[in-house]
């Protein structure tokens, strides 16, 4: 369906290109094309002015984008303000999804469209860039992951003026990205040499939240002679909640998840040898092998987000000289409430019955009346000795960037340009939080999932909402800070040179250098918060228990039970003060380093322009040469006693990144282009510094560094024909091959808690015995990383943009763009059958498409956009487990739209929304060998709603 979807698509863009082509040939080509100049306007009589249609607004945006792509030598795309603090979308990342490769990853607390990945590459092959300046910052969940890259959502989108985008390599370019290299730009006064004085104000609603909040932004410019000042500021408040079902990780059978080792991604054993137990008409096998999830529990989440923002820039400005003091500060602010319930399964396993029901060696579900789905091999009905979890989470996180950059421009003469550029930036992110939990233990339980599997049904004969009903209390508590720093400097030197015949060189030479750093610093309080909690006791924590719900408006469905026992912020953060209880003392050094880079890099490149068979060639060469020294500070296990000691590593490494691009015009508008080139991506951090750590203290998942890990390294070949039909349309294909060396593999094996060499405060209350003790044998989920050998990626792409003008009014306001990227399967590893069937999987999303119809007309204006990316792998799970279940990223939609009035030239009325499609996230589990279908329907995890947004604002300018 989607296919004919596409091919339709693509069909009605060439007979909608063809039918102006043919009116074009029909009519004298040159009088249509080219503008009178102002001699034959001066000539004609009176009565016969020429009347100038001047192009604004989102239309002059695009038409303004294609000028720079048509004009690039190799594959280059952009996203240009509409007008000088009004960026097309409210979102930089948002408005790089219509870019043809460009796949958006939303940030799962807020909605908001947080990093890109290129053609499918993960999101850190992306190099981001600030003004020609790298830039890396973090937000939200991503906080402490130590990851490489750069979060959008951080920043204000009218902040920026334009925004470039490279997928082919050049030697100008900083290294680093495989995928490709954006480059945000920030507006200066002499953008838009008068004086401008634009604003908006906004009032925005989200469905699930039912709350309106705030939003606006104003932005001075102004130039006297040689000299301007640009200042801006922003300022937005939004609050997003979700709920839905998680299965936390993944679904098993007993049959599997009882063996050992375990097969699949968790254990557990059902209790057969109860007498209580019954299976009614089903055999014990079939019981045995029908699965199901490692957790069953109700999520709901509200986060409540604030953004503010400030751009300024001096500039001097002449003829010869042009500087400029640049700066970009951000505050992104996000407190979070979490809540849920549901049954543990995992670990769930009876070995003692002496021991108390449902608590730690006799917690193994008792089948009483149980049902399995034969659509889908699920196991529902009544179980026995099942425990519940009843959690809260409440968290803080802060992201503050800051940016300050001196430019210089010097035209020595019409040949020779001198540039330079002094810069440093500073992204400082902090996080805290608690997590409390109780237990409900050895009870009775019936679920199902019905026909929803997003709000499935749970009931009980034990009452949810009295809290003498519960014990087994934990507390975990944790702090975070991550650091980004940056400070570089380059000089760059242009040259115009001639060449025999009329070919003409541009010469660009230059010498960088940078030093960047990130500082991971973690602490842990959990020991501090658990001996509090022990002191409390379980009578002094039941006092502490609401059965009102700190969250509202969340929807459950109508099977969940819509109370419960559980606690509220204020009881929560009084309680358990997380910044009292993770001071400095409780610093964890596992998982805190800091490492160092700096790069010194000299680049040389030339542009030649000439005629071949009298048609214009345009080519680019270079090479670009960076030494990297890396210096890690860290700390590793020593000695007997595996004390964790201050720890230095060193290294260094130099590459050698040659490129080449050429475009060639075939027609006055049909262009082809070429380019090949060595790109490399420098390792996650978390990844070559950390030790084995615990990041969740109630999941029992570790993850393990490993320092060896070389530099990723690609040999990139782009080519792409385009037909620049009439003004301000393309229609476009692209083949695109990148060979990976070294690509970074994530794989996962099972071992046990005591292999880990980690104490047992390194995980929570639920996995500890009355004396604070973690069981050694407990099984344990391992995620180790190393190079994977060489890989190839391929792929095309098509795109299409085209302004109706041809179509009678007032229909030629119309225009529509839309863009299709195709991935072959691709993974880092073989998914292999448990019965030895090679599997084709893609570890990242096969297909992708964006699609825009707009509309402009006068003062009414009206654009919608749908953005679909495909199913990929799941990068937790890369590879068999053993259950021959693929654990995939479901695919998902969303449509977007807004409607603008303007009421004068000064003021514009505008409603928008987003996520009008309410799409549903989730990964899901398919069957590999295909008896029990995609699960697509019914093996979900993480699904959640986030809900639509609409906003209602006025912005204009004066």
């Not at 980690?758 to 604070?772: E, V």
Request: aromatic residues 10%; proline residues 4%.
């Amino acid at each position: 369906m989607k296919q004919t979807l596409i091919c339709s698509a693509v069909s009605m863009a060439l007979a909608a290109a063809y039918g102006h082509a043919a009116a074009q040939a029909a009519a004298p080509a040159q009088a249509a094309e080219k503008a009178p100049d102002a001699a034959d306007a001066a000539a004609k009589p009176d009565g016969q002015k020429l009347e100038t249609v001047v192009v604004t607004g989102f239309r002059a945006s695009l038409e303004k984008s294609m000028a720079l792509k048509q004009q690039a030598i190799g594959v280059r795309d952009s996203i240009v303000a509409e007008d000088i603090g009004k960026f097309p979308e409210a979102n930089v990342a948002e408005s790089l999804q219509r870019v043809p490769g460009i796949i958006l990853n939303r940030d799962e607390s807020s909605g908001e469209g947080q990093r890109i990945s290129i053609r499918g590459l993960p999101t850190e092959y992306t190099v981001t860039t600030l003004n020609g300046a790298l830039v890396n910052t973090v937000s939200t969940s991503t906080i402490g992951s130590a990851v490489r890259g750069f979060n959008y959502d951080v920043f204000a989108s009218e902040l920026f003026g334009r925004v470039d985008f490279y997928k082919s390599p050049l030697a100008e370019l900083n290294e680093g990205g495989m995928g490709g290299v954006v480059d945000l730009q920030t507006p200066r006064p002499f953008d838009n040499p008068k004086r401008t004085i634009r604003y908006g104000v906004t009032a925005s609603y989200n469905t699930t939240s039912g709350k309106t909040d705030p939003m606006g932004f104003a932005l001075y410019s102004n130039t006297w002679g040689d000299w301007g000042a640009l200042i801006g500021v922003s300022h937005a408040a939004a609050v997003n909640d979700r709920s839905g079902f998680e299965a936390t990780g993944g679904y098993n059978s007993s049959a599997r998840a009882s063996q050992s080792p375990v097969k699949g991604n968790f254990a557990f054993a059902l209790d057969y040898d109860s007498p209580r137990a019954n299976l009614g008409s089903y055999t014990r096998a079939q019981v045995d092998n029908a699965l199901l999830p490692r957790i069953y529990r109700f999520y709901g989440s509200a986060n409540d987000r604030t953004r503010d923002g400030l751009v300024g820039s001096l500039q001097f400005k002449t003829p010869t000289l042009n500087f400029s003091l640049d700066t970009l500060y951000s505050k992104l602010k996000n407190t979070r409430d979490e809540i849920y319930f549901g049954l543990l399964i995992r670990n769930s396993r009876t070995t003692d019955r002496t021991k108390p029901a449902g608590q730690s060696g006799n917690n193994g579900f008792i089948p009483l009346n149980v049902k399995i789905d034969p659509a889908s091999n699920l196991l529902t009905g009544t179980f026995g000795n099942t425990s519940y979890s009843s959690g809260v989470t409440y968290s803080e996180d802060e992201t503050k960037f800051g940016y300050v950059a001196a430019n210089a421009r010097w035209s020595v003469s019409d040949k020779l340009v001198l540039s330079g550029q002094l810069s440093t930036n500073n992204s400082k992110a902090l996080s805290y939080q608690d997590t409390l939990s109780g237990q409900i233990f050895g009870v009775d339980s019936t679920i199902d999932y019905g026909s929803d599997h997003v709000y499935p049904s749970l009931s009980s004969p034990t009452s949810y909402t009295d809290p003498a009903n519960f014990q087994g209390f934990g507390i975990g508590t944790g702090w975070t800070r991550e650091t980004d720093k940056s400070n570089q400097g380059r000089v760059v030197a242009d040259w115009d040179y001639a060449l025999a015949g009329d070919w003409t060189g541009h010469l660009k030479a230059g010498l960088a250098y940078s030093e960047t750093s990130k500082e991971i610093n973690k602490r842990n309080g959990t020991s501090a918060a658990t001996a509090k909690l022990n002191t409390l006791g379980t009578a002094g924590l039941r006092s502490g228990m609401t059965s009102v719900l700190p969250i509202g408006n969340l929807d459950m469905g109508a099977g969940w039970p819509h109370a419960w026992g559980t606690f509220t912020r204020g009881y929560t953060y009084s309680t358990f003060d997380p910044l009292a209880l993770n001071s400095e003392a409780t610093f964890t050094p596992a998982q805190s380093f800091k490492a160092q880079e700096n790069v010194s890099t000299a680049f040389v490149q030339s542009d030649f322009r000439g005629q071949v068979f009298d048609r214009e060639l345009r080519l680019n060469a270079g090479v670009r040469f960076a030494r990297t020294e890396t210096l890690i500070d860290n700390f590793k296990q020593q000695g007997a006693s595996l004390t964790y000691a201050p720890n230095q590593e060193k290294g260094s490494y130099t590459s050698v990144l040659p490129a080449f691009s050429s475009a060639f015009d075939l027609t006055d508008n049909l262009t082809w282009r070429a380019s090949w080139g060595k790109t490399l991506s420098r390792q996650a951090l978390s990844i070559i510094a950390a030790q084995t750590v615990i990041p969740n203290p109630f999941d029992n998942t570790a993850t393990a560094g490993n320092p060896s890990l070389r530099p990723q390294k690609s040999k990139n070949l782009d080519t792409s024909l385009e037909w620049y039909f009439q003004k301000g349309s393309m229609l476009s294909a692209a083949l695109f091959r990148k060979e990976l060396t070294d690509a970074t593999f994530g794989s996962s094996v099972q071992t046990t808690f005591g292999a880990l060499g980690l104490p047992d405060t390194a995980l929570g209350g639920i996995f500890q015995d009355a004396n604070g003790k973690v069981d050694p044998n407990l099984p344990m989920t391992l995620k180790t990383y190393s190079n994977a050998g060489k890989q190839t990626l391929k792929g095309f792409e098509l795109a299409y943009q085209q302004a109706f003008t041809f179509l009678p009014d007032p229909f030629k306001g119309l225009g529509a763009l839309a863009s299709y990227t195709h991935i072959n399967p691709f993974n880092s590893a073989v998914w292999t059958t448990n019965s030895g069937s090679v599997i084709d999987v893609n570890s990242v999303p096969k297909y992708a498409y964006s699609t825009t119809l707009y509309y402009e007309s006068g003062p009414f204006a009206f654009r919608t956009s749908y953005n679909y990316k495909g199913r990929s792998l799941h990068r937790d799970t890369p590879k068999n487990n053993g259950d021959d279940l693929i654990r995939w990223n479901a695919g998902r939609g969303y449509l977007d739209a807004n409607v603008s009035y303007k009421i004068n030239d000064s003021l514009e009325i505008r409603l928008e929304g987003l996520n009008l499609s309410n799409t549903l996230a989730y990964d899901y589990f398919e069957d590999a060998t295909g008896q029990y279908g995609l699960g697509n329907k019914t093996r979900m995890d993480y699904a959640k709603y986030d809900g639509r947004t609409f906003k209602i604002g006025l912005r204009g300018r004066f």
